[in-house]
């Protein structure tokens, strides 16, 4: 199996300021993610003035319209951006959300498309992705089966290589909406790469979905969990993104190195050690009648008869005299 590819999302973290964005990179970069991602928004071009607020949350936004607006960056300042990702070796990812930040994106060179949820029904935005030969990451958080099915079959057409990641549209996600029963039901049901997009806020559904086959992980990332944002409290810290980047390359370590449990001979030493020999709990004489209660298994193994054969002893008499915690072997008993 190849390495799991680890995104981390910075979204609408910066807040609109390239400054802070910059300082995500920096931080991210000594975190072992793979690829840091954004979301490009052009407001002119995804939205109007009739797009309500999903949370209000904003002190300074009037409209969602607004928001955007102040989220945007210029195609200059983007290319700064990638310019920067490619620096520190963190590959960049943008979600695009209008036809114009696709040919923005394809300017700066992207490697690969991530679909937000809201936009898998957004065959118009699909169809200019598809067509550029680009690998699609589709996230699955507002979609049933059948929408699913649509498009993934409207993209197949185009010979698009896809992903697909179970998501949960819900900021942060408790442990009982996650789904990870959804990522097996996907990869069945499609044969696709599948993933988990999270936001639960914890980095447990990650490593879960990791050991059930995940080969992709994305989850938003932040630097105070307390930051003004809509997505601050369904996010990772910068400690807590490095946590999981160690955690998911100790279970991809232990899923590709198999272990053959038909064969202990490495334990062969262990075992002499820690197996146990029987003996008796108290003195006895010859003729006696050995029971259960009056045997004992102490370590280490070879010095009597195997704990494991205590049966064979019970019941049968003793040729000679043994002390408190003598080891009991075949030639002391009667056959």
């Known amino acids: 199996m190849d390495n799991v590819f680890i995104i981390a999302e910075i979204g609408q973290a910066h807040e609109g300021s390239l400054g802070i964005l910059h300082s995500y990179i920096d931080a991210l970069a000594d975190t072992g993610v793979d690829a840091i991602k954004f979301q490009t928004h052009i407001a002119e071009a995804e939205s109007s003035q009739y797009e309500p607020f999903r949370v209000k949350f904003s002190y300074e936004d009037n409209t969602r319209y607004d928001y955007w607006k102040r989220m945007e960056f210029t195609l200059e300042q983007w290319k700064e951006i990638k ?99 959804v990522l097996l039901e996907l990869k069945e049901r499609y044969g696709l790469p599948i993933g988990l997009s999270d936001h639960s806020s914890t980095i447990y559904p990650a490593l879960s979905a990791v050991s059930l086959g995940a080969s992709i992980l994305e989850f938003h990332v932040v630097f105070d969990k307390k930051m003004f944002g809509p997505d601050s409290k369904s996010s990772l810290t910068i400690d807590e993104t490095k946590q999981l980047v160690e955690g998911v390359r100790f279970i991809e370590k232990a899923l590709k190195n198999r272990v053959d449990k038909s064969d202990n001979s490495n334990f062969k030493e262990l075992k002499s050690i820690f197996e146990k020999s029987l003996s008796v709990n108290r003195d006895m004489k010859a003729g006696e009648v050995v029971s259960f209660d009056d045997l004992e298994a102490k370590k280490p193994f070879g010095y009597g008869i195997s704990s494991k054969d205590y049966q064979v002893v019970i019941g049968k008499k003793l040729k000679k005299d043994l002390c408190k915690w003598d080891f009991l072997n075949k030639e002391d008993i009667c056959e």
Do not use: R
């Open 83 to 181: 310019f920067h990702c490619d620096k520190v070796g963190l590959e960049f990812i943008s979600s695009p959300f209008s036809n114009m930040a696709v040919d923005w994106l394809e300017e700066l060179d992207v490697k690969k498309y991530k679909i937000g949820s809201g936009e898998v029904s957004n065959f118009l935005m699909l169809e200019k992705i598809a067509k550029t030969g680009k690998d699609i990451i589709l996230s699955s958080g507002m979609s049933n089966f059948l929408e699913l099915d649509e498009t993934i079959n409207f993209l197949k057409q185009f010979k698009s290589k896809i992903s697909i990641l179970q998501c949960t549209t819900k900021y942060p996600t408790n442990a009982e909406d996650i789904g990870l029963n």
